[in-house]
């Protein structure tokens, strides 16, 4: 079981908008700031968002996060089928041994 | 540019280990973490540790104490982890990452993966 809770899969036609939540604890996101990976089959993550909200240079504003007390969301709009991907929180878990990365367990991203 | 190139994929028996090496170019190495995460077949990601090249210094999660060590060679800007006391469920693609600092941690640039295979 993931430290942090996402929902294992969403939906969404194109063009629409989707939300994945991210769901933790004192000692994980409500403390400490949460990123969000994207990953597609057989290639590794990429970052999508740093520091509950900010976008890395060449992430497009489509790619949205926001935090409130210890939930995180990432928010994607104008959905396109190359959204297909899972995609994943993180951050660091200070309640863990001296300190420990934490992932969710991943959310499956369907444009139908 | 950034790049982390990691090591070719490994098989090896339950009970042996494997040490996988994680190159790192277009920046200064010694200036970042280098963290290792894995991800077995079909499941999500899971952070197995960090090193600081600089001081060599690491931080393991506690699952993995005792069986993973974290070293690097600053000379050729490479980090290694080498995982001990191999199981079935240590079958798993083995991802370095950048580590980097701005409000908050996140990872930035990531190796290739490379795939472990535990198989008697």
């Known amino acids: 079981q993931s430290v942090l809770t996402q929902p294992p899969s969403v939906s969404a036609a194109p063009g629409q908008k989707v939300t994945i939540s991210c769901s933790g604890s004192?000692?994980?996101?409500?403390?400490?700031?949460v990123s969000w990976y994207q990953q597609f089959p057989g290639t590794a993550p990429k970052v999508l968002i740093h520091?509950?909200?900010k976008r890395p240079s060449g992430i497009p504003d489509r790619f949205s996060g926001s935090k409130s007390g210890t939930s995180a969301t990432l928010g994607i709009t104008g959905l396109h089928t190359g959204d297909e991907a899972d995609y994943y929180c993180?951050?660091?878990?200070?309640?863990?041994?001296?300190?420990?990365?934490?992932f969710g367990g991943g959310t499956k991203l369907t444009v139908l | 540019q950034v790049h982390l190139v990691q090591s070719g994929a490994e098989v090896k028996k339950p009970g042996a280990s494997v040490k996988v090496s994680c190159k790192a170019s277009?920046?200064?190495?010694?200036?970042?973490?280098i963290h290792w995460v894995r991800q077995a077949p079909g499941q999500g990601l899971e952070w197995m540790a960090w090193?600081?090249?600089?001081?060599?210094?690491?931080n393991y999660a506690q699952k993995f104490q005792g069986r993973v060590a974290m070293t690097r060679d600053t000379s050729i800007s490479t980090a290694y982890m080498e995982l001990s006391r191999l199981r079935s469920d240590d079958t798993a693609v083995y991802y370095c990452?950048?580590?980097?600092?701005?409000?908050?941690?996140?990872?930035?640039?990531w190796g290739q993966g490379t795939l472990v295979t535990v198989s008697s």
């Open positions: 990452a950048r580590g980097i600092y701005t409000s908050g941690w996140h990872f930035d640039y």
């Open positions: 277009g920046y200064t190495f010694t200036g970042y973490y």
């Open positions: 090193i600081n090249p600089n001081s060599g210094g690491t």
């Open positions: 004192s000692s994980n996101i409500g403390n400490n700031y």
């Open positions: 520091d509950d909200n």
């Open positions: 993180a951050t660091w878990d200070s309640g863990l041994n001296a300190g420990e990365w934490v």
